[in-house]
């Protein structure tokens, strides 16, 4: 069987870690951006290491649980990484929630960072 791509691998190991610590402790995100990293947060926007923790830390849940159905990573110019993550996620006592949520990841001095980050839930309005 051959070896998965190297995007891949190093996709795969971001996503599991960035949930795992989202999961347990967001505090910990904040290694994962940097002061020129973006997020848009169902359509709210944020820029910077700052910004961001700021508005991960205020979200209105005590405890969250997320589950991943699919994630899909490719080779991005600049030697960065796009990463497509499909999942569940179940806050407090709410009924569970399906999410998308795309990465851009970039290695800078040897570390792998997120750029950007877009978060939507997958909420439909079929009216």
């Given at each position: 069987?051959a070896e998965r791509p ?28 940097t002061d020129a990293s ?77 750029s950007n980050d877009i ?9």
């Open positions: 069987m190297i995007w891949e691998q190093i996709g795969t190991s971001f996503i599991q870690l960035y949930y795992q610590q989202f999961d347990t402790n967001r505090e910990q995100l904040g290694a994962l951006y973006c997020l848009s947060w169902e359509g709210q926007q944020f820029q910077g290491k700052a910004s961001i923790m700021e508005k991960l830390m205020r979200l209105p849940f005590q405890k969250i649980q997320h589950s991943i159905t699919s994630q899909d990573h490719q080779p991005a110019p600049d030697n960065c990484i796009l990463s497509m993550v499909v999942g569940q996620l179940k806050v407090d006592d709410d009924p569970v929630m399906g999410f998308h949520q795309l990465f851009v990841l970039k290695n800078i001095n040897d570390k792998w960072i997120c978060f939507r839930l997958a909420l439909y309005n079929f009216a």
